[in-house]
């Protein structure tokens, strides 16, 4: 892509971890960021408050937000649909229906309206549009007492397939992409390492992959997944990984 000071990235999931990563490295490369979380605004880049537990607020204010900018001031604009929830590991009818409840409205409804918003209000734009889904190797491989995230990664995965096909039909179409990250080692792989074993099976897997050391920090991370943000074949692959060729 073009000049990052010509950019606006909104990073959702942006206040810790694989977020705050990926929006600080945004911001330190001198371009417009929006984070999108529960908590308070760290200091490098706006963001918004807000609970994407309850997206559709948030996502009516972010069209009217991005309707007040004229069509030709960002040369490129990019949504990254980052923030998840974990569910307690456990079988399905073993979790807390509330904690289900939010678990998939943060990981999937959200990034639904948030794209519907984003595509709709930067339709008109000149620059070039991307929608990138932070998805999972979960998304595409099952595992027991992991449903919830199962589920809302595979269905991220197919919500880009879907976009992408519909904005191919579009004059200067979004390039969409799902993408897996790698293993991070961020609250929820700590949140997995300290899960019961009666109830979550793998869990020893997740301990052994600590201590071997494969787990890649958040900045690590987030400079992959950037650097495949801005690859110029972004989206030819609407599911894709970051060790993709």
């Known amino acids: 892509m073009t000049d990052p000071t010509c950019h606006l990235y909104i990073v959702t999931g942006a206040s810790r971890g694989l977020g705050r990563a990926i929006a600080t490295q945004l ?22 408050t807000c609970n994407l537990a309850d997206p559709l607020p948030v ?14 001031r960002f040369s490129a604009a990019v ?19 509330e904690e289900l409840s939010a678990t ?13 918003a984003f595509l709709r209000a930067t ?14 190797g979960l998304g595409r491989r099952a595992m027991a007492s992991q449903g919830p995230y199962c589920a809302v990664k595979a269905g991220l995965d197919h919500l880009a397939r879907a976009q992408a096909l ?15 990250p790698g293993v991070v080692d961020t609250d929820m792989q700590i949140q997995l390492r300290g899960a019961d074993p009666q109830g979550f099976p793998d869990r ?5 992959m600590k201590t071997s050391g494969r787990l890649d920090s958040p900045s690590t ?14 989206g030819a692959n609407p599911v894709a990984d970051v060790r993709d060729p």
């Not at 371009?31 to 963001?47: C, D, I, K, M």
């Not at 996502?59 to 030709?72: D, I, K, M, Q, S």
């Not at 990254?80 to 979790?95: E, F």
């Open 123 to 136: 339709r008109g734009w000149t620059g070039q549009r991307r929608v990138l889904h932070i998805s999972s």
């Open 104 to 116: 998939t409205r943060v990981g999937l409804e959200a990034p639904l309206l948030l794209s519907a």
């Open 166 to 180: 519909e904005e191919a039909q579009q004059p200067n179409g979004a390039k969409v992409c799902s993408l897996a």
């Open 79 to 97: 949504l990254i649909n980052n923030a998840a929830m974990l569910a307690d590991p456990r079988p399905l009818a073993d979790v807390d229906l």
């Open 221 to 234: 991370a987030a400079g992959k997944v950037i650097a495949y943000l801005t690859r110029a074949d972004f």
């Open 27 to 48: 911001a330190a490369s001198g371009a417009t960021v929006l984070g999108l979380s529960r908590q308070a605004p760290p200091a490098e880049f706006e963001q918004w």
């Open 59 to 72: 996502a009516v204010r972010l069209g009217v937000w991005l309707g007040a900018f004229e069509p030709g």
């Open 204 to 208: 020893d897997a997740f301990v052994q």
